[in-house]
């Protein structure tokens, strides 16, 4: 088959060639190489594949150029030496356009899968490379594809085959996890947002990237989506969450590659504080980027949780340690509610819980604290221990502190037996 032929639905699992000019990424892949930018330009045919990829490169011998930046164009490099080296062993696939998606006129194809193959013979042909194929030398301006069959299952094809690779970043995965929804749904994710988006109680709302028309029909459920990529509702859930990061958390994520496991304390734990989910992800960006990890020898995972808990135990004594506002003057209150009736009452239903506490009970709670899985209860019992600390210390430095029994009319209203 020749270069300026196109592919048909008879030869869909036929392997031919088709020239670079005649195919774009798509404008919907979530797992993109080059920045939006240069993408967005490439797609609108303002920018042509060689200048995109030039452009690209110069950000990223720049001295400002991020570290992830500079791996990717290494990757890309080692990828397109092997290509040139050896040929291509796996061809990319494409897809025809649809009839509603606006194209320029010389693009017959889409890019399903191979993107990064895309780019890499994009790179050996701005190099003026060529492709050693066995005994056959070939030019980069050409490349292997096959035809991908047409529908709505391309393009879930496309993002089960991106979610399941291990080298994307939390909010990558996230928002494709999302636009795999909207794609199982049959919704355009990439058309205007209602006003009245849905909610989901144990997730995070769509990024402004994977806009949902929610005039479409309804998204198929969460557990759907769970199925066809063999995960637990549970693991979903700690991906789709990094959303509820502040923006600036959230591109400092994608900046830096990091991937959901590595952020979870800060997703979890500072899900509403977005000074510091800033200052968690800069500490664990500088330890990650060092050549020996800052922590005292243990997974970055588990210093990065012990640095957001610190975070959190700074902010709570900060507060504590602001003077209270100027409270009003009220009526004097009745002796049956007077403050330290309404302490005692408090005091002795906490002890009565405790007391009520079985052994396996106990047993377990001290487990998952020591487990770090309830964090904020570590903090508020830190506190409590720190109050209570201080109200027996003001006690015992009173001199005239003199224990009163409970009068009559007190021990009926809480039914203490004065007589026992």
Same mark, same amino acid.
């Given at each position: 088959?020749?270069?300026?032929?196109?592919? *048909?639905?008879? +030869? /869909?699992?036929?392997? !031919?060639?088709?020239?670079?000019?005649?195919? &774009?990424?798509? =404008?919907?892949?979530? #797992?993109?190489?080059?920045?939006?930018?240069?993408?967005?330009?490439?797609?609108?045919?303002?920018?042509?594949?060689?200048?995109?990829?030039?452009?690209?490169?110069?950000?990223?011998?720049?001295?400002?150029?991020?570290?992830?930046?500079?791996? *990717?164009?290494? +990757? /890309?490099?080692?990828? !397109?030496?092997?290509?040139?080296?050896?040929? &291509?062993?796996? =061809?990319?696939?494409? #897809?025809?356009?649809?009839?509603?998606?606006?194209?320029?006129?010389?693009?017959?194809?889409?890019?399903?899968?191979?993107?990064?193959?895309?780019?890499?013979?994009?790179?050996?042909?701005?190099?003026?490379?060529?492709?050693?194929?066995?005994?056959?030398?070939?030019?980069?301006?050409?490349?292997?594809?096959?035809?991908?069959?047409?529908?709505?299952s391309i393009r879930a094809y496309q993002l089960i085959e991106n979610l399941l690779r291990e080298d994307l970043n939390a909010i990558e995965r996230a928002q494709g996890m999302w636009?795999?929804?909207?794609?199982?749904?049959?919704?355009?994710?990439?058309?205007?947002?209602?006003?009245?988006?849905?909610?989901?109680?144990?997730?995070?709302?769509?990024?402004?990237?994977?806009?949902?028309?929610?005039?479409?029909?309804?998204?198929?459920?969460?557990?759907?989506?769970?199925?066809?990529l063999g995960i637990s509702k549970r693991y979903r859930i700690f991906v789709t969450s990094v959303l509820n990061l502040s923006d600036t958390a959230q591109a400092l994520v994608a900046g830096h590659n990091l991937a959901e496991m590595t952020i979870r304390p800060i997703t979890q734990k500072l899900k509403n504080k977005p000074d510091l989910q800033v200052k968690a992800l800069e500490q664990l960006i500088e330890w990650q980027n060092s050549e020996e990890e800052e922590s005292p020898g243990q997974p970055i995972v588990a210093s990065i949780k012990e640095f957001v808990d610190k975070l959190l135990i700074d902010e709570l004594i900060q507060t504590e340690a602001q003077p209270d506002e100027a409270v009003p003057l009220k009526r004097p209150r009745s002796v049956s509610s007077a403050p330290v009736i309404r302490f005692r009452d408090k005091v002795r239903e906490t002890l009565d819980f405790l007391n009520r506490l079985k052994k396996t009970d106990r047993v377990e709670l001290a487990r998952a604290l020591q487990r770090g899985d309830y964090a904020d209860v570590m903090i508020d019992l830190r506190i409590l221990r720190e109050q209570i600390d201080a109200i027996l210390s003001t006690v015992s430095e009173s001199a005239d502190v003199t224990m009163i029994p409970p009068t009559i009319d007190e021990a009926a209203s809480t039914g203490e037996d004065l007589s026992a």
């Open positions: 088959m020749g270069s300026t032929t196109s592919l *048909n639905q008879a +030869e /869909l699992s036929t392997q !031919a060639i088709a020239p670079l000019t005649s195919i &774009l990424p798509d =404008p919907g892949q979530p #797992r993109r190489l080059l920045p939006d930018d240069l993408i967005g330009a490439v797609i609108q045919g303002s920018l042509a594949p060689v200048a995109a990829i030039e452009a690209w490169l110069r950000r990223a011998e720049s001295d400002t150029a991020e570290a992830a930046l500079r791996q *990717n164009v290494r +990757e /890309l490099k080692r990828l !397109a030496d092997s290509i040139a080296q050896h040929g &291509l062993i796996s =061809p990319i696939s494409v #897809r025809l356009p649809g009839s509603e998606e606006a194209v320029p006129p010389e693009i017959t194809y889409f890019i399903v899968t191979g993107e990064r193959r895309f780019w890499a013979h994009v790179y050996l042909l701005s190099q003026g490379r060529q492709i050693q194929a066995g005994q056959t030398v070939a030019s980069p301006e050409e490349i292997k594809v096959t035809l991908a069959p047409p529908g709505i636009a795999l929804r909207y794609e199982m749904s049959g919704v355009n994710y990439s058309s205007p947002p209602s006003s009245q988006p849905e909610i989901e109680e144990d997730s995070s709302l769509p990024s402004p990237d994977t806009e949902v028309n929610y005039s479409s029909p309804q998204l198929v459920p969460w557990a759907r989506v769970e199925e066809t």
